[in-house]
C-alpha cells in the first residue's frame, strides 16, 4: 500500500550544487540548491531555479552566467551554509575561508577547494511560478586530478558528492557501487522473440 | 589542479528515474532517465528530457502526462534494462513481469512494486537541441508505506534510490546520512557583525 502525500516538489535523489556568481559590485556570491538536472546532451545544458527574492537571480539575469561547484561530503557543513545566508547579507566566501576563482569562460566565479566545476552560459530563462528556471549551456567540465580514475576519467565514489533529501532535509553522502549501466539489464529481451 | 574535461553533459549526482506513458494503443511503456530534476516548488514542477527518438517521446506528445517510479536498489537491473529496451520493439512490463498501475489522476502508467511514484501533467514543453525539455506538475507523490519513518515522513535510507554518474555510467547506491539540512550551516553566521 502507497500512502499518498498530494502535490509536492518531492523526489529523491536531488543533487546538492553551489551555484557561483558576481553582484553588480563584482562580489563573488554562492547559493546552494537542489532544485536542476542536465536538461540536454546536445549542446550540453543543465538547469537550475531560483527564487526571485535570492541575491543569486539578480547576479544570473545581468550576468547571464553561472557556475556550478559540486561539494564533496568534507564540505558538507559549508554547502549548507551556501544554502542558508545570503550575499546580500555577508560574504559567504570570506565566513568560510573558500577561494572564489574567476571562470576564464563565464562571467562568474567558481569555488577553487570544490572537486568538480562547471561553467554554463545562460541559453534561456523561464517563469514556472515560485522559482525561474534557467537553462545553461555547460562550456566546461574541471575535476580536480586526484580524483580522477586510473583511465583518467572521473570517479563519483573519490568526488564524493552530497545528495539531498527533500522530504526531511538531509545530506546523505555516496553509497556503493551496485550495477553497470548499459549492462547489466541485459539480463532481459532487448526484442521480442 | 584540475583536469579540463571540455563541453559536457557531466555533473554527479543524477537521478535515475522511470518514465510511465501509455502508446496509443493503451500499452503501457516505462523507460529511464537520469536527466531531470525539481525545477519549481509552487507549483510543484519536476522536468525530463527526452530525445524525439524515443517511443517515450510521442507517447507524452499525446497524452501530455507522464509518471515517475523512482526504483529502490534492489531493482537496479529492471531500472537499467528500462533504459536500454525501446517499447517499440518489446513490452518491458511484461518481460520483467512488473505491474503497470494506470494513474488515478493522469493518464499515465507506473510501477506497481516502485517504492516512490510522481504522477505528472505537462504544463510546458520546449526543444533545446538534442532533447525535448518536459516540465510536469507533480499533481501526487506516493510512497509505500513501509518505507515510512516513524512519524509519517519519507525515509530515503529505507526507499534506497539509485544515482547513477554518467562520468563511467555505474550506478550507486544512497550513502550515510552526514547532516541536517537548514541547520549544520550555523556554524557561521547569517548575517554581518
Chains 1, 2 share one sequence.
Not at 39 to 66: D, E, F, W
Request: aromatic share 10%.
Amino acid at each position: 500500500m502507497k500512502k499518498s502525500f498530494g502535490s509536492r516538489p518531492f523526489i529523491i535523489p536531488t543533487p546538492v550544487w553551489c551555484v557561483g556568481s558576481y553582484d553588480t559590485n563584482n562580489k563573488p556570491n554562492v547559493m546552494t540548491i537542489a532544485w536542476g538536472g542536465i536538461c540536454c546532451s546536445k549542446p550540453p545544458c543543465v538547469t537550475i531555479s531560483l527564487r526571485k527574492a535570492t541575491y543569486t537571480y539578480g547576479n544570473i539575469m545581468k550576468r547571464q552566467a553561472y557556475t556550478l561547484s559540486v561539494p564533496s561530503e568534507k564540505y558538507v557543513v559549508e554547502a549548507d551554509y551556501f544554502g542558508m545566508a545570503s550575499g546580500r547579507d555577508v560574504d559567504k566566501f570570506k565566513k568560510t575561508d573558500l577561494t572564489p576563482i574567476k571562470s576564464e569562460l563565464v562571467d562568474a566565479p567558481y569555488v577553487g577547494e570544490f572537486p568538480m566545476i562547471l561553467e554554463c552560459k545562460v541559453i534561456y530563462h523561464h517563469e514556472i511560478g515560485s522559482h525561474t528556471h534557467f537553462i545553461g549551456e555547460i562550456l566546461d567540465v574541471k575535476i580536480e586530478e586526484d580524483m580522477l580514475a586510473n583511465e583518467g576519467k572521473a570517479d563519483m565514489g573519490k568526488i564524493s558528492p552530497l545528495i539531498f533529501d527533500p522530504g526531511v532535509g538531509r545530506y546523505h553522502g555516496i553509497g556503493n557501487f551496485v550495477g553497470k549501466a548499459f549492462d547489466i539489464g541485459r539480463k532481459y529481451p532487448l526484442k521480442s522473440e
